[in-house]
Nanobody
Framework: QVQLVESGGGLVQAGGSLRLSCVVSGRTFSTYAMGWFRQAPGKERDFVAGLTWSGRGTFYADSAKGRFTISRDNAKTTLYLQMNSLKPDDTAVYYC???????????????WGQGTQVTVSA
């Protein structure tokens, strides 16, 4: 069993920054590809960013490119999402997820956290 716990969400003004964290426990963190997704009210859960088990390979949704950075610390079994230049459209619940493969598809992720709310005010 794998457990994922996100933290770091909150309320921030447009243009501000937040860093989300996701602590993973239960199995060998370093063997999983990881991803961040987000879900705004009334919308589907969308891919934001992902990276390989080593952290060397990354991929971003167009909405995140140039503003968000995904990273991981395998020694701390923690995934991060640094979010800069935040916009009101970034308001959503953000979820971390683990997969056996490097993928952007939500259905390929086997384990999910409970989510953390990010609210960006204009």
């Amino acid at each position: 069993q794998v457990q994922l716990v996100e933290s770091g969400g909150g309320l921030v003004q447009a243009g501000g920054s937040l860093r989300l964290s996701c602590v993973v426990s239960g199995r060998t963190f370093s063997t999983y590809a990881m991803g961040w997704f987000r879900q705004a009210p009334g919308k589907e859960r969308d891919f934001v960013a992902g990276l390989t088990w080593s952290g060397r390979g990354t991929f971003y949704a167009d909405s995140a490119k140039g503003r968000f950075t995904i990273s991981r610390d395998n020694a701390k079994t923690t995934l991060y999402l640094q979010m800069n230049s935040l916009k009101p459209d970034d308001t959503a619940v953000y979820y971390c997820a683990a997969s056996d493969r490097f993928t952007t598809r939500r259905s390929d992720y086997d384990y999910w956290g409970q989510g953390t709310q990010v609210t960006v005010s204009a």
